[in-house]
């Protein structure tokens, strides 16, 4: 849907640059915080600060740049045209998941349910297929850290 | 220590048996992720980083490595028989290469890419073992000031060749420098940015970043794509190029390889721009310019061996100067830390077996890539069948894998996630993910050279101006500078 007038094809750009520019000011402001100390002895908070604040001027002058510009009514809207929300959100929620659970579940457990909805829910194979690929790789994965020797852990229930 | 000696000693390091195992699992490793779309070297060099803690550092070093420039090799056969680069840096090789395949010829498009890899490889070690020693030599004359000034230049040169907007890419990079600030200061110990977080008391881990910005994003913005593929294969009687065909491309790979050599040297260059610059100067010097895109074979050639000559002269000022110049040398550069060696001016004096051992290596590596490449394409061919939707989860599970067990620590995990949206929203908003991760790299050590030098100089900038390096240094930096910054305002108009 469209406003009236314009259409929001700027919009994820102009959005981009608010949040940045939102983003270094607060972080000028934690920098400031720190201590600048002094020009000869320069504080915790002096290189953040000069980082953070010509970044927040750099994104205001981006979203000045922006906002002035001649809507073509493309752009910014377009890069997300190809977006999968839904696809986005299963694999991060997947991934961010598998890291909750890796050390209460243990490792193959975590793994082989972040498999299984990686296999069944986004590549949306055979229930069997999504089962049995999961359990192989969390085999072959465990199998391959040990040799390895890479720590990972096994959870309450040793695996 | 004389050149003969050097790489006599090197030939000792390289050529023992389990060196010469950890090249091969190098260059295998990068060939390997080089044919498969979607994870790149940077993404296997941070995801097989924890299994090198227990491995030797020449070892480890030498793999790592390995990973880097098999990569450039296996990049070309997906963009040749798929039309789908393995890797930025074989984009430009698909224009030719792809048509090639179509026309029946896949066989020389892909034994050129490989012998022109291989020509521009070689020539580009030469180079790095001619040029690295003389180079940290002269740069142990340099103080704070200069490596200041010179780290300030190499992140403003990566923000102006990196792909996309200038300005915004400078935006990026003072972000990495942001984000490095995260941890204890160290000067004071005082925590920044840590909201209390232990696991942020470190800093945000350069895996997690690196493995969210670049593997992450890349899966998410693949399974956006359908992963239609046509393979035109090829036997291997086929593979070598006709007399034709060399007498075409001979003059190609020459000035590839001196294009990648140089641009790999430069900061932000690297095998993705020494290949588009390789192709478009062998376009603009051809007779027949409307053939590119056709199927000519010094498209292939030309960039081919750019990519692999600038994959080896990126070690140069890694490896002499201590600044990584390219994301992957980054991750090289953390690999070496993990392992108590500090990149400088000073490693070649102090670790003379690491430095020649990994350049000799680098000789082996590719002799044993020419070998992988060519009578085993067929492998890579077969690879290159098995579908995305099953590839994907597997690449997933490495990058939790990987990142959990550099710390064993999930809040790594949170951060690869996150970073991982990160970058995705920054890829389609066009926003460069490459100075972000250099900038974040170099920022503790710019931050350390900055506040030496205003303690050595009573708190004046004017050291930064009066010494001759870092005068000539901020030069160049500020006339770049002024050129990305006014550039929006000049197109405007």
């Known amino acids: 849907m469209e406003h009236a007038g314009r259409s929001r094809a700027k919009d994820p750009e102009l959005y981009a640059s608010a949040f940045l520019c939102a983003f270094a000011a607060a972080a000028s402001v934690g920098a400031y915080r720190l201590g600048l100390g002094s020009v000869h002895n320069p504080g915790p908070g002096f290189m953040p600060f000069a980082a953070a604040t010509l970044l927040a001027l750099m994104a205001l002058g981006q979203l000045v740049r922006v906002a002035m510009a001649p809507d073509e009514g493309s752009g910014g809207a377009t890069a997300f045209a190809t977006s999968r929300w839904g696809v986005v959100t299963i694999v991060l929620g997947t991934l961010f998941g598998a890291g909750f659970m890796l050390e209460r579940a243990g490792f193959s457990i975590a ?33 391959l850290s040990r040799a390895l020797g890479m720590p990972l852990p096994e959870g309450p229930l040793g695996i | ?69 098999g990569a450039q090799y296996g990049g070309s056969t997906t963009s040749i ?18 048509q090639m395949a179509r026309q029946g010829r896949a066989g020389p498009a892909l034994g050129m890419a490989a012998l022109g890899s291989f020509v521009g490889g070689t020539v580009g070690i030469v180079g790095l073992m001619l040029l690295a020693a003389p180079l940290a030599e002269a740069a142990l004359s ?16 990566l923000t102006f060749l990196s792909q996309g907007s200038m300005y915004k890419s400078l935006m990026m990079g003072l972000l990495g420098l942001l984000l490095s600030g995260v941890g ?11 909201f209390g977080v232990n696991e942020l008391t470190d800093g945000i881990g350069l895996i997690p970043l690196v493995m969210g910005l670049f593997g992450i994003a890349e899966i998410l913005l693949n399974l956006e794509q359908p992963m239609t593929r046509r393979i035109y294969v090829t036997r291997l009687g086929e593979l070598l190029p006709t007399a034709g065909d060399w007498l075409a491309a001979k003059w190609p790979i020459v000035r590839g390889t001196v294009i990648g050599f140089f641009l ?6 690297g095998a993705v721009l020494s290949s588009f610059v390789a192709y478009a100067v062998e376009k603009r010097l051809s007779k027949y310019p409307e053939r590119f895109g056709t199927g000519v074979i010094e498209g292939v050639a030309a960039p081919e061996s750019a990519n692999n000559a600038a994959a080896q002269a990126s070690f140069i000022p890694l490896l002499s100067l201590g600044i990584p110049p390219n994301v992957v040398m980054a991750v090289l550069f953390g690999g070496l830390l ?39 394409i067929g492998m890579w061919v077969r690879l290159l069948r098995v579908p995305y939707d099953v590839l994907f989860p597997l690449i997933l599970l490495f990058c939790v894998v990987g990142v959990y067990s550099v710390n064993n620590s999930r809040v790594d995990v949170y951060l690869m996630v996150a970073f ?21 790299v170099l920022g503790p050590i710019l931050e350390t050279a900055l506040r030496q030098s205003l303690s050595l100089s009573g708190g004046s900038f004017a050291i930064f101006f009066t010494r001759p390096i870092a005068a000539a240094a901020m030069a160049v930096m500020a006339a770049l500078l002024v050129v990305q910054i006014t550039s929006p305002w000049r197109q405007h108009r």
């Open chain 1, 111 to 143: 793994t082989f349910l972040m498999l299984v909805v990686l296999f069944g829910v986004v590549a949306r194979k055979r229930w069997w297929v999504t089962l049995l690929w999961a359990a192989l790789v969390v085999a072959a994965a465990r199998l």
């Open chain 2, 81 to 98: 028989l798929v039309n789908i680069p393995g890797e930025a840096s074989s984009i430009v090789t698909a224009l030719d290469g792809y």
């Open chain 2, 420 to 440: 991982g949206f990160v970058g995705y929203l920054m890829q389609k908003l066009g926003y460069a993910p490459a100075p972000l991760a250099l900038a974040y």
């Open chain 2, 338 to 376: 993990i392992h108590g060696i500090t990149p400088g001016p000073l490693l070649i004096q102090q670790h003379p077996n690491l430095f020649w051992g990994v350049v000799v290596s680098m000789f082996v590596g590719n002799v044993m890539l020419l070998a992988l490449n060519l009578p085993l």
């Open chain 2, 1 to 69: 220590m004389d050149a003969l000696h050097s790489i006599v000693l090197g030939l000792q390091v390289a050529l023992q048996p389990t060196n010469l195992f950890f090249c091969f699992v190098g260059v295998f490793v990068g060939t390997l992720i080089g044919v498969l779309p979607g994870i790149g070297p940077v993404g296997a060099m941070s995801l097989l980083l924890p299994t090198t803690f227990h491995l030797s550092p020449v070892g480890a070093i030498i793999m790592l490595a390995g990973i880097y420039y």
């Open chain 2, 264 to 269: 790999g040297i430069l900061p932000g260059g």
């Open chain 2, 184 to 194: 204890l200061d160290m000067f004071t110990s005082a925590p920044r940015f840590t």
């Open chain 2, 142 to 157: 340099f103080g704070p000031p200069e490596y200041f000034a010179l780290m300030c230049v190499s992140l403003v040169v």
